[in-house]
């Protein structure tokens, strides 16, 4: 029978060989496959608590691919791996490492000069590490937990609250959510930033 999906607005559909990547074959559907997901990232952030991070680590090429594994690797077989299929959002996958080497020069620059208030930052970096859309699956997901890390690990706040929504379904929270990172695409951060406090 195989996997199912039927995808909403701001999500990238999976080549037939990315499906074939998943580990659990008793997914049928997008409502399994988000209840493994979700397991699966429930983990990923049990393993990132009392885990000390230097900023030179979390901006770095490896952390983001480990994050992405530990997120996900339970339930895909490329978890972790940048992906070498073209999709609807993002830059060509070819251009993914230096486009991201780019990111992580920038953001390093960034905290060093402190360029930006904590959250600016933190959603600055999420909203163009999105915008590069470095995996075949769930880079919205990885994006907002980096944001997250950034402001516990690097500032020692609190975790943004994403409209305090479950993002992943179609609600309101996420029509303005995925409404607010296209204003991000424009240079207009600010009402991305709003929604992550919200």
Same mark, same amino acid.
């Given at each position: 029978?195989?996997l199912?999906?039927?995808?909403?607005?701001g999500?990238? =559909?999976?080549?037939?060989?990315?499906?074939?990547?998943l580990?659990?074959?008793?997914?049928?559907?997008?409502?399994?496959?988000?209840? *493994?997901e #979700?397991?699966?990232?429930?983990?990923?952030? #049990?393993?990132?608590?009392? !885990? +000390?991070?230097?900023?030179?680590?979390?901006f770095?090429? #490896?952390f983001?691919?480990?994050?992405?594994? !530990? %997120?996900?690797g339970?339930?895909?077989?490329? /978890?972790?791996?940048?992906?070498?299929?073209? +999709?609807?959002?993002?830059i060509?996958?070819?251009?993914?490492?230096?486009h991201?080497?780019?990111?992580?020069?920038?953001?390093?620059?960034?905290? !060093?000069?402190?360029?930006?208030e =904590?959250?600016?930052?933190?959603i600055?970096?999420?909203?163009?590490?999105?915008?590069?859309?470095? *995996? $075949?699956?769930?880079n919205g997901?990885?994006?907002? &937990?980096? /944001?997250d &890390?950034? %402001?516990?690990k690097?500032?020692?706040?609190? *975790? *943004?609250?994403?409209?305090?929504?479950n993002?992943?379904?179609?609600?309101d /929270?996420?029509?303005?959510y995925?409404q /607010?990172v296209? !204003? $991000?695409d424009?240079l207009?951060i600010? =009402?991305?930033i709003?929604?992550?406090k919200s």
């Amino acid at each position: 029978m195989g996997l199912n999906i039927e995808y909403i607005d701001g999500q990238t =559909p999976l080549s037939e060989e990315e499906k074939e990547g998943l580990r659990i074959s008793s997914i049928t559907t997008r409502e399994e496959l988000d209840e *493994f997901e #979700q397991l699966n990232i429930e983990k990923a952030i #049990q393993w990132t608590f009392g !885990k +000390k991070i230097k900023t030179e680590q979390l901006f770095s090429e #490896q952390f983001i691919k480990t994050l992405h594994k !530990k %997120m996900y690797g339970e339930v895909w077989k490329w /978890a972790g791996e940048f992906r070498s299929s073209e +999709k609807n959002i993002g830059i060509k996958s070819y251009l993914i490492s230096v486009h991201l080497k780019q990111l992580l020069d920038d953001v390093l620059y960034w905290t !060093k000069y402190e360029t930006y208030e =904590p959250q600016e930052l933190a959603i600055r970096f999420k909203h163009r590490l999105v915008s590069i859309h470095c *995996f $075949a699956n769930g880079n919205g997901r990885h994006s907002r &937990l980096i /944001a997250d &890390l950034i %402001m516990e690990k690097l500032y020692h706040d609190n *975790f *943004f609250t994403w409209g305090s929504a479950n993002l992943v379904h179609s609600t309101d /929270a996420r029509r303005q959510y995925i409404q /607010a990172v296209r !204003k $991000a695409d424009e240079l207009d951060i600010q =009402p991305l930033i709003l929604f992550a406090k919200s």
